[in-house]
């Protein structure tokens, strides 16, 4: 419906895989291949190949994520990367709230609010990923769980600060699975999805964000996906991989 008014993502999720030289090997690969992209184009790599893939995508359409953030500035954080390393770096996308986050590593809702905030004070671009476990959608449930890990997500973000949001709708039960959403539900839930921005801050607002979605994406379910008026990209794990997969999705979002 007003898909023109917002721009298609596609972004790669390349999880734990791909050392220095394989990511730099893989970006190499894939910028011929988008180089005339009608979308946005992000590759989110593992921290230790951030550096790698920034100086290999320079001077192409590609931009560059991290896979997580802390919400902290700096401190006793064992383990954790702060937002404000990786804009030094100059990286420009953060992925929050993946569900494997949230499965393995106890983000909770709380936690995802927190990093969001850390995220925009430093001027990245937050994918903030929601979705339901397979168990809610028989239960259901699928809307009031999306519906509140949006909001609770996006608590204290301002309106303006909503042009730095690209929320990623990843059923939890789709992801990695090859059971990939219908077009259908992936819309209908996308839908949902800007009816709640539209709720928290306007209409305009909602149609200008744009919504992915995520969960056993490839080549070819990529278009029929895409084709639903509110899913405006998509965020990619197995098939960002392999290039030629990945070229495919981007070239069916610039369609
Ligand atoms: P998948 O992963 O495409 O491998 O299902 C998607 C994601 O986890 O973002």
């Known amino acids: 419906m007003n898909k023109n008014l917002r721009k298609a993502v ?29 979308c946005d184009v992000v590759i989110c790599t593992p921290f230790t ?98 519906g509140m890990q949006t909001r609770v997500a996006l608590g204290g973000v301002s309106q303006d600060e909503m042009k730095k949001i690209i929320v990623a709708y990843e059923p939890v039960w789709a992801i990695g699975t090859g059971k990939t959403a219908t077009a259908e539900q992936a819309g209908e839930v996308c839908g949902f999805i800007r009816s709640v921005l539209a709720d928290l801050y306007d209409q305009a607002t909602a149609d200008a964000t744009p919504i992915q979605y995520g969960g056993s994406m490839n080549a070819a379910n990529a278009a029929e996906l895409l084709s639903q008026p509110d899913v405006d990209g998509g965020l990619i794990g197995g098939a960002s991989l392999k290039p030629a997969d990945f070229a495919a999705i981007v070239a069916a979002a610039g369609k």
């Open 49 to 146: 190949d951030l550096d790698v893939a920034l100086e290999a995508t320079k001077g192409t359409n590609m931009g560059v994520g991290a896979q997580n953030c802390h919400w902290a500035k700096s401190g006793a954080f064992t383990g954790e990367i702060s937002a404000d390393m990786l804009t030094e770096l100059g990286v420009q996308y953060v992925i929050i709230g993946h569900s494997e986050r949230r499965q393995y590593f106890g983000e909770t809702d709380l936690t995802v609010n927190q990093r969001v905030r850390a995220a925009l004070d430093a001027g990245l671009t937050v994918i903030l990923c929601v979705g339901e476990l397979l168990e809610q959608r028989e239960q259901g449930i699928t809307r009031e769980i999306c």
């Open 10 to 38: 596609i972004a790669g999720n390349w999880k734990m895989n791909k050392n220095r030289a394989e990511a730099k090997a893989l970006v190499g690969e894939l910028a011929p291949l988008i180089k005339d992209a009608g």
